[in-house]
């Protein structure tokens, strides 16, 4: 199901981010005054730079850029994509395509400083790409993006929490609760787990402060990097 959605969630996602990136600065007064709002946003807080890393921010920039990308292909969730794909040419345009991924998500953070220029009065950072929508375009288009932004959460909390209920359902529950636990059994285990993952990720959202869930993302980068050398260099070793 994650996988047949996400062809609906792509789709709706590339054309809602590159009418945004086309049609919202022509509205504000170019990418020039974007960039010009948030630098002085960014500056105000008390940046030196603004927008500009510092000289001593670089290193820091590089190495988490490149450890978190490391990172994002040791999370248990990453092997049911794999196990769910037709074939490993599948696999393999995937990975070619993924490039062109991650270039989306780079238009997406310039949304923000859009919310800069558009000088939007916001109660909340989450609110600053629904107020940008709700603002600056019709209300057909901005249901069309409330819509894309929503299925855009739900695939990746499917994917990641199946893949925390196959966890918890064969290395704890058969392992330590129900050693003879059918195939039937496993399936049920694991979809009241995977419901209560989503239920917990989306209470840790709502009631806890959006710097607990910073904090844990890059935590938990760091943790799961520390696998690498394990599940990398055991693929060519027999150790």
């Not at 047949?4 to 945004?20: E, H, P, S, T």
């Not at 994509?81 to 990975?95: E, H, L, Q, W």
């Not at 709700?134 to 695939?155: D, K, M, N, Q, R």
């Amino acid at each position: 199901a994650p996988a047949l959605i996400a062809f609906v969630k792509d789709i709706m996602i590339y054309i809602v981010v590159l009418v945004a990136v086309i049609v919202v600065p022509a509205k504000l007064g170019g990418y020039g005054a974007v960039f010009s709002a948030a630098n002085d946003a960014f500056t105000a807080k008390g940046g030196a730079t603004g927008l500009i890393l510092k000289d001593s921010q670089y290193l820091a920039y590089a190495t988490l850029a490149f450890g978190s990308a490391l990172a994002a292909f040791m999370y248990p969730h990453t092997l049911t994509g794999v196990f769910a794909s037709k074939s490993a040419d599948t696999i393999r345009k995937n990975a070619i395509l993924l490039p062109a991924y991650t270039l989306l998500l780079g238009l997406i953070a310039l949304l923000g400083y859009m919310a800069y220029a558009a000088h939007l009065k916001l109660s909340s950072p989450n609110d600053a790409v629904p107020m940008l929508f709700g603002t600056l375009f019709p209300e057909w288009f901005a249901g069309f993006a409330f819509a894309a932004i929503a299925i855009g959460a739900l695939v990746p909390a499917a994917v990641m929490s199946i893949g925390a209920a196959n966890l918890f359902t064969r290395n704890v529950w058969k392992s330590y609760v129900n050693p003879d636990i059918t195939h039937a059994g496993e399936a049920a285990v694991a979809k009241i787990t995977s419901l209560v993952v989503k239920v917990g990720a989306l209470a840790f959202i709502l009631f806890l402060p959006t710097q607990f869930a910073l904090d844990l993302q890059l935590l938990g980068g760091l943790w799961i990097l520390q696998t690498f050398p394990a599940l990398v260099f055991g693929l060519f070793t027999r150790w």
